[in-house]
């Protein structure tokens, strides 16, 4: 079974500033798919950014990019010239490529972006 | 392109009432997905269909919950009877790739 771990319960970050978001995960699968999803106050579910594990190259999404360290099994999001309007819960998700494309979450990390 | 659609948005219901929860995926879309968040037990994924047809229960609850999916564009999930720890936040997500798309989710509370 997999698992998703993310050691950071809340995190707080000043406006404009640059904030990283932990993430790693046990899997013995070698395909597979991680997500950084985001839930603002209003509770939607957003996805944020999606790495292949095959790719070795970083997504980067705008001021939202990845750091995939594939045998460290890790995934940090980092967000760039952080806004008032980042604030929310992250989650860090990981989907095997060929069971079925169910997500499994982290916990969450709660963050304060503070003007 | 509406969105996954959800509804209702809120359900207060008493112990022991039938709940039923709707879901409407994104067109085209094949694979749909119930999960439910807690603070607890944070997000569980509880059941999904491909192409209309269930692949995984497992993680329903009890066989107090039971999730139906008649056409493509519609899915319901049922709880008979209810009971206070079903409340929750109930997110439906369909698919077509491989990124899933989130309704705004039902938050659910029986008193």
């Known amino acids: 079974a997999q698992t998703v771990t993310q050691s950071q319960p809340e995190m707080s970050v000043q406006e404009a500033e640059t904030v990283t978001l932990s993430c790693t995960y046990d899997?013995?699968?070698?395909?597979?798919?991680l997500f950084w999803y985001k839930q603002p106050p209003s509770r939607q579910m957003i996805l944020v950014i999606r790495?292949?594990?095959?790719?070795?190259q970083n997504a980067t999404e705008n001021r939202f990019s990845v750091n995939f360290q594939k045998a460290a099994k890790s995934f940090s999001l980092k967000i760039s010239d952080s806004q008032l309007g980042d604030t929310a819960m992250y989650f860090c998700?990981?989907?095997?490529?060929?069971?079925?494309?169910?997500?499994?979450f982290g916990g969450g990390t709660r963050l304060m972006v503070k003007p | 392109d509406a969105g996954v659609i959800q509804s209702p948005r809120h359900e207060v219901t008493e112990m022991g009432q039938e709940v039923t929860l709707r879901c409407k995926p994104i067109s085209g879309h094949n694979s749909l997905f119930w999960y439910r968040q807690t603070m607890m037990r944070g997000l569980e994924l509880l059941i999904y269909?491909?192409?209309?047809?269930?692949?995984?229960d497992s993680g329903m609850p009890e066989d107090r919950f039971s999730a139906k999916m008649p056409n493509a564009s519609f899915s319901t999930l049922k709880i008979q009877p209810s009971e206070p720890r079903d409340s929750a936040v109930y997110f439906c997500a369909s698919r077509r790739t491989n990124e899933q798309y989130f309704g705004p989710g039902t938050r659910l509370t029986v008193t």
């Open positions: 269909f491909n192409n209309n047809v269930p692949i995984d």
């Open positions: 790495q292949e594990a095959y790719k070795q």
């Open positions: 998700a990981f989907m095997r490529s060929n069971a079925g494309n169910m997500l499994t």
């Open positions: 899997t013995s699968e070698n395909n597979y798919y």
